[in-house]
Nanobody, 117 residues
Framework: QVQLVESGGGLVQAGGSLRLSCAAS????????MGWYRQAPGKQRELVAT???????FYAGSAKGRFNIARDNAKNTVYLQMNSLKPEDTAVYYC???????????WGQGTQVTVSS
């Protein structure tokens, strides 16, 4: 089992910044991709950004140029720095970890991000 604990969400004005953190613990896959997804009310969960065990990153179009994902392997933690936030970024943000060599995957409980106009 892997436990993921997110933190850093909150209320921010449009144009502001937030930094989300997700700490993994337990039986963490040796090779894993960590990522952030989000789900707005009435919408499906969508990918925001991922980072592989080797540090390769991927961003959804809505996140490119504004968000930065990074990981600290020593701390088993992934971060999402969100800048120039927009009201449409309002959602529950979920941390995810998947094994790169098996079918294992886990989700965090989510953290609310609200951007006011």
């Amino acid at each position: 089992q892997v436990q993921l604990v997110e933190s850093g969400g909150g209320l921010v004005q449009a144009g502001g910044s937030l930094r989300l953190s997700c700490a993994a613990s337990g039986s963490i896959f040796r090779l894993n991709t960590m990522g952030w997804y989000r789900q707005a009310p009435g919408k499906q969960r969508e990918l925001v950004a991922t980072v592989t065990s080797s540090g390769r990153t991927f961003y959804a179009g809505s996140a490119k140029g504004r968000f930065n994902i990074a990981r600290d392997n020593a701390k088993n933690t992934v971060y999402l720095q969100m800048n120039s936030l927009k009201p449409e970024d309002t959602a529950v943000y979920y941390c995810n970890i998947v094994s790169e060599i098996s079918s294992g995957a886990y989700w965090g409980q989510g953290t609310q991000v609200t951007v006011s106009s």
